[in-house]
């Protein structure tokens, strides 16, 4: 049981069981009987308006500033996430970034594809200052993603201050009646205090409105890894996955738990058609290990399901995710991610510096990475820029395929991916998103050269 937790999904005992109720391995705490919270906070969405000069493209503002009680928000919301910025595939957006809080901060929209050049992950802004960011969302871009500040060295505690906020991207495969006309529900998990919250509430309750609910899941915590299932009196029920960081799968996957690591999303079907409680829970899970200390059993939402909901149709095929021809792979490299036992946090042995770059690929190249986990907790990979496949997990092949921008190594494991360069070069950054490992110094710059700057050359490694 544990060894299966520690996997990202549990997907092997899963196909066989599809369909069934799985008792949970230990009696349910007294945390079941917490009483439920307000129904699910609904987040309000950022203002978008599109300028008279500039057809085709839309325009949205965000501030950062203090709200009350010592908090943070964009655009003075919460207590709770920040807008909803609702976006199209195909849409062209120009954002505005200002901020207003008194400490340097930054704009990151995370898993959302664009250049380094745009993202721009090393920018601190000095407080009054504003920047724009304008990008184009490509075809098969549909997804679930978030933003959050990127000052190194101070992120941990704007994030828990309360800055971070949704993005959901819609497109035309949104649009097929399995998916239409489900319950879309977003699910955002942040922690401020002891708690962890979802929409800003403790313990919401969903009252479905469809035979399937659509719950695109996003943790949005500092540091929190979230082992999530959903129960119906005591038991496990089986949900779909139809997407994780990066989109949609190829098909729906039918899972039992999910590992949410911090800054991970993922979108599950959960068919909603016998009336009842069902209950989103967070299951125990040890950062460091087999045997280490495990959180608490705790439900973090309801969904009350009335009677005659009609049921709805899975989904038989969304979108195909390329399968990766790695004959192709110019390189393969090994990361290592540790702790360095002075409370600093390091990838290869070194501790982040803005001006040194770490890696050297070529735009248009697929390289491997072996991202080897060494150190005695889990730490959450995160890249920018280049969406990433999971290839194998401790040699485990992974048993789909998936696009991610986020990918937990559990403590003392390594994970390999297929790390292809698509689009612009330019510099940008991979680390920890255990907010607090990140500003401790677990990131690393990575410069992706265009193709034209060197024609046919094997780039050269600094390593
Ligand atoms: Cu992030
Ligand atoms: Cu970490
Ligand atoms: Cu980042």
């Given at each position: 049981m544990a060894e299966l937790s520690r996997r990202s999904l549990i997907v092997g005992s899963v196909v066989a069981t599809a369909g069934a109720l799985i008792p949970l391995a230990r009696s349910l705490t007294s945390a079941e009987t917490l009483p439920d919270g307000p129904p699910l906070p609904e987040l309000p969405e950022l203002d978008l308006s599109t300028p008279a000069g500039k057809p085709g493209t839309t325009t949205a503002v965000l501030t950062a500033g203090s709200a009350e009680n010592g908090r943070l928000a964009y655009n003075g919301t919460g207590p709770g996430p920040g807008p909803l910025l609702r976006l199209r595939e195909g849409d062209r957006i120009r954002l505005t970034f200002r901020n207003d809080l008194d400490a340097p901060s930054s704009l990151h929209l995370h898993g959302v594809p664009m250049p380094p050049a745009t993202d721009a992950p090393l920018t601190h802004l000095a407080p009054g200052d504003s920047d724009v960011r304008e990008f184009t969302l490509p075809p098969g871009s549909a997804g679930t993603y978030w933003y959050h500040p990127h000052a190194h060295g101070d992120v941990e505690r704007q994030l828990l201050a309360g800055l971070a906020g949704p993005v959901v991207v819609t497109g035309p495969l949104d649009d097929q009646p399995a998916l239409r006309d489900a319950d879309d529900r977003l699910l955002m998990f942040t922690r401020t205090g002891r708690e962890i919250t979802v929409n800003g509430a403790t313990r919401p309750v969903i009252t479905a409105r469809s035979g399937r609910t659509r719950l695109r899941l996003l943790n949005a915590t500092a540091g929190d890894h979230l082992l999530l299932a959903l129960t119906r009196e005591d038991k496990r029920t089986t949900a779909h996955l139809i997407a994780t960081d990066s989109g949609l799968l190829q098909r729906p996957v039918p899972l039992i738990e999910i590992l949410l690591a911090p800054g991970e999303r993922a979108e599950l079907l959960v068919e909603t058609t016998t009336p009842g409680r069902l209950t989103l829970r967070s299951l125990p899970y040890s950062?460091?290990?087999?045997?280490g200390q495990r959180t608490p059993d705790r439900p973090m939402a309801g969904i009350d399901i009335p009677a005659d909901l009609s049921p709805l149709e899975l989904p038989t095929s969304l979108l195909p995710v390329e399968k990766i021809d790695l004959s192709t792979a110019v390189r393969t490299r090994r990361l290592v991610l540790d702790g360095a036992g002075d409370g600093s946090y390091t990838i290869d042995g070194r501790t982040f510096a803005h001006d040194r770059v770490d890696l050297r690929a070529t735009q248009g190249t697929l390289e491997i990475w072996e991202v080897e986990n060494t150190h005695t907790m889990d730490h959450p990979f995160h890249l920018h820029s280049y969406a990433v496949q999971v290839l194998a997990r401790d040699g485990k092949a992974e048993p789909f395929r998936a696009w991610r921008d986020t990918v937990n190594i559990p403590a003392g494991t390594t994970v390999r991916l297929a790390v292809p360069f698509r689009g612009d070069g330019g510099r940008t950054v991979y680390h920890c998103h255990i907010a607090a490992h990140e500003d401790l110094g677990m990131m690393g710059i990575l410069e992706v050269a265009?193709?034209?700057?060197?024609?046919g050359e094997v780039p050269a490694s600094d390593r």
């Open positions: 950062v460091y290990g087999a045997g265009e193709a034209d700057a060197r024609p």
